[in-house]
């Protein structure tokens, strides 16, 4: 039971993170599905640091990572922003070619560096496990749950309320919510489409790189290219069922969550062979399929998401 | 996104203290392939209601574009309150006290109506003493006392996509006035309001320049510039013609100016020749795609020679039941019948071949096939048979002869005659060439759905004697139009459609445009 609580959440959390980071993007009216580049790169920047500047053994590591994680997810959405809102690109287009140029990219790069600088032949960089709660406050180690929950866990929630707050009860979300309903009331009234819309994008990147480099201290301990499994297209489903609303894309990820921690717990219960553990495996995927059967006619995208912004159209 | 900013030299222009409030002088605008306006000057005092009237693409919208900071002109000056002004986006008028309350409003369906009002210079207030947050009941407290002040009701707190058109206008104007505009300009600010709103709204604009406001109003419609103005621009294909005094011009000078040629505005209506019942709809219901029940038990009949016209408020449901009787749209219960078949569940094409001409709202996007050209367009519904088609081939030569024979009867005018892209021709034209399409299926029924929307006044005047011509031949007219005017002018027929119920049938003799009015506002009695 344990297990399937604490490997729920540290699945569902750093989905939601990434949703979020949509839900930045396509409120401000721009489709993204570069998310899935986004956190692979994110994360390939957050490893690279930490292999670059440690040797190992540095108690901050994992706080480095998600730092660089950031900034590196940021960096590589500057391309989305300036396809899509300086050179008016279509922004489907723009965010299949954005995953396919990082799954390469990250593969490319991983294994240069790696000859390179430290002589392997590897695709890989090795990283530490993500510290839990019970490492940083001793005195809980004990406690179920939350002794063995992931650092991230909370860190991530702290960061969606965050993000909540500045989205529904700040000037700028007011803004950035309003471009993707209807931009041209917003140039009407005073306001910057472009800038408003830029910076919406380069969030969902930094947001997406936190996601990434969370999946990549979680699920394998290291960054390999085999980081981009489609937990980016998997939030995005997320966000479409929470209505492009943050309380509601909690629960959409955490659905995921624990569906896929739940299989887990089927598979070993029933003791299959691994064949029939990946099948399992399959099962936040079937989720989503059937949510999207059910839930999604009722939702409604923002009017103007995916609509390239031309001031002078009547 | 790039600005391009032009500055202008400032030397020698001596302009010093003016009477005018805001002057053009000389501008230009281009866009590709047109000159939307050809050297335009225009000179506006403070206080005064200044109209600018204009056929569609006479420029009138470009110009105030212009001034409202959306477009910058590629020559010419603006002067606001006697300063050179280099207007580079809708913040830079917004500044100058310039306000415009857009033909399409830019509002934003999800904000509240106090959201979208203060949109861009929200109030401010600091949660637990640092965090910015936006204060919206303070915002809603303004907005409030705001509308009471200038008699514009409106509940702060109702989502934009929750209220009609009427109030959407409000918000708009408000947002005007909550900005402290002095400068307010109305871009065909009726065109979408019902007589009463209209009236309505002229009253609210007399008032804003009895409060000092200068007030700039774009329409084609001559009464209201008769009722409402102090002087009138005159433009046509980007330039001006003239400027008048409205009280001292009558309306049908006004209207050969815009035009530049005699207009007749009276159209004579033979008396009606009833044949026998062609069209019956029985209790029909249509839901939307929330599930919404749209058309609720409608129930009517039209006779050969008759024009049964459907008016209403726009949103109730009448582009619905046109639809639904096209077999656009499917219909949840209730039969319809056309000369005695019922054809409720046929599909288009074979409602088309059983006698039905649809000329649909969106010219553009149902009527058409812009990338085509227009002796396919014209054919569009007939391509399937002889002689467009022998033997699964289409036969572009009878394409070309059937195109040119209605491109002479019809006059629709083209630049590369039947091998002109659709997209490339101007609205009026494009109605057109629909128009003549659907009159050459010679059906029994045909059905209008806004035959003038967006047209100028002569081509208006061309579709209507067009729409009688069809009634006298005996067919079995269907109108669906916003514009009052255009029923009380053509039907024999009126139902009045509210909340998708009709509310009300009678001939059209029997029922004043007042009462009309009353009706679509659903007012039953």
Same mark, same amino acid.
């Given at each position: ?103 390469? *990219? ?5 294994? *240069? ?196 912004? /031309?001031?002078?159209?009547? | ?8 030299? =400032? ?157 959407? =206008? ?25 007589? =009463? ?81 062609? *069209? ?8 939307? /795609? ?140 494009? =109605? ?35 729409? *009688? ?57």
């Amino acid at each position: 039971m344990e297990t399937f609580i604490s490997d729920g959440l540290s699945f569902a959390l750093p989905l939601f993170v990434i949703a979020i980071g949509g839900i930045y993007s396509e409120r401000s009216g721009i489709t993204n599905l570069a998310l899935e580049g986004m956190l692979g790169m994110g994360a390939f920047v957050g490893a690279l640091a930490v292999v670059l500047l440690t040797n190992g053994a540095f108690a901050g590591e994992f706080y480095l990572a998600m730092l660089f994680a950031c900034l590196g997810g940021a960096l590589f959405a500057v391309i989305h922003a300036v396809l899509c809102i300086n050179f008016r690109a279509n922004q489907v287009i723009s965010g299949v070619v954005i995953n396919i140029l990082a799954t390469a *990219l990250a593969a490319f790069l991983a294994k *240069l560096i790696n000859a390179s600088v430290f002589g392997q032949n590897s695709n890989k960089f090795q990283l530490s496990t993500a510290p839990t709660l019970g490492t940083i406050i001793p005195g809980i180690s004990g406690v179920p749950v939350l002794g063995k929950m992931y650092v991230f866990v909370p860190i991530i929630l702290v960061v969606a309320l965050i993000a909540w707050f500045i989205l529904y009860k700040t000037r700028f979300g007011m803004h950035l919510r309003a471009c993707g309903d209807n931009p041209h009331a917003v140039d009407a009234a005073g306001g910057n489409v472009a800038r408003t819309r830029f910076i919406a994008v380069l969030a969902s990147g930094a947001l997406s790189g936190i996601g990434g480099i969370c999946f990549a201290y979680y699920i394998a301990a290291n960054f390999s290219p085999s980081i981009f499994m489609g937990y980016g297209y998997l939030s995005i489903a997320a966000l479409i069922f929470g209505n492009w609303r943050v309380m509601p894309t909690l629960a959409a990820c955490l659905l995921f969550g624990f569906a896929r921690s739940g299989g887990y717990a089927v598979a070993k219960l029933l003791a299959l062979p691994s064949t029939f553990s990946n099948l399992i495996m399959t099962l936040p995927y079937i989720v989503t399929l059937l949510l999207l059967v059910f839930f999604s006619k009722t939702n409604r995208a923002p009017r103007a998401l995916g609509e390239i912004y /031309d001031k002078g159209k009547r | 996104m790039v600005y391009f900013i032009y500055t202008y030299s =400032q030397g020698g222009v001596k302009t010093g203290l003016s009477e005018y409030i805001v002057e053009m002088r000389g501008v230009t605008k281009r866009f590709p392939g047109i000159v939307a306006n050809d050297n335009v000057s225009i000179a506006i005092k403070k206080g005064e209601i200044y109209a600018l009237l204009g056929e569609n693409g006479a420029g009138k919208s470009t110009l105030m574009s212009m001034l409202f900071g959306l477009y910058e002109p590629d020559e010419g000056e603006i002067y606001v309150r006697g300063e050179k002004v280099t207007l580079e986006s809708p913040a830079a008028a917004a500044k100058l006290g310039i306000g415009m309350v857009h033909q399409h409003f830019r509002l934003i369906s999800n904000y509240t109506i106090a959201q979208n009002i203060v949109l861009g210079i929200e109030p401010k207030k600091r949660l637990l003493g640092f965090l910015p947050t936006v204060d919206i009941k303070k915002a809603n407290r303004d907005i409030a006392e705001l509308s009471r002040r200038y008699g514009l009701e409106v509940d702060p707190t109702q989502k934009i996509e929750d209220v009609g058109v009427s109030m959407q =206008q409000r918000v708009e104007i408000l947002k005007m006035l909550y900005r402290e505009a002095e400068i307010l300009i109305f871009d065909e600010p009726t065109a979408m309001l019902t007589p =009463q709103e209209i009236e309505f709204l002229l009253k609210i604009i007399l008032e804003l320049r009895a409060g000092g406001k200068t007030i700039i109003l774009i329409t084609h419609k001559l009464e209201e510039i008769k009722q409402v103005a102090d002087r009138c621009a005159v433009l046509a294909r980007g330039k001006l013609i003239g400027v008048i005094d409205a009280a001292t011009t009558s309306t049908r000078e006004m209207a050969n100016m815009m035009v530049g040629r005699e207009v007749e505005t009276d159209i004579d209506k033979k008396p009606a020749n009833f044949g026998r019942e062609i *069209l019956k709809v029985e209790g029909l219901t249509v839901k939307n /795609d929330d599930g919404l029940e749209v058309v609720k038990d409608v129930g009517f009949s039209v006779r050969a020679g008759e024009i049964f016209a459907v008016a209403g408020v726009s949103g109730n449901g009448q582009i619905e039941l046109a639809d639904a009787v096209a077999g656009l749209a499917k219909t949840s219960g209730g039969r319809i019948f056309l000369d005695g078949e019922e054809i409720t569940h046929a599909s288009v094409r074979d409602r088309i071949l059983a006698g039905m001409s649809y000329i649909p709202e969106d010219r553009q996007n149902v009527g058409l096939v812009l990338d085509f050209d227009l002796a396919e367009n014209l054919a569009l519904k007939s391509y399937f048979k002889e002689p467009f088609c022998r033997k699964g081939f289409l036969n572009r030569a009878a394409f070309e002869e059937h195109g040119n024979r209605l491109i002479e009867e019809y006059d629709i005018r083209s630049g590369q005659g039947t091998h002109t892209q659709v997209r490339s021709m101007s609205g009026g034209n494009q =109605q057109k060439a629909i128009i003549a399409r659907e009159i050459e299926l010679e059906s029994k029924l045909m059905i209008f759905v806004q035959p003038t929307r967006g047209l100028d006044i002569g081509a208006i005047e061309n579709i209507r004697r067009q729409i *009688l011509a069809e009634r006298d031949a005996g067919r079995a007219v269907l109108l669906i139009s916003l514009e009052l005017d255009e029923i009380m002018a053509l039907a024999d027929t009126i139902g009045v459609i509210y909340r998708g119920q009709l509310l009300k049938t009678a001939p059209a003799a029997e029922l004043t445009s007042r009462k009309v009015g009353e009706y679509m506002m659903g007012v039953s009695a």
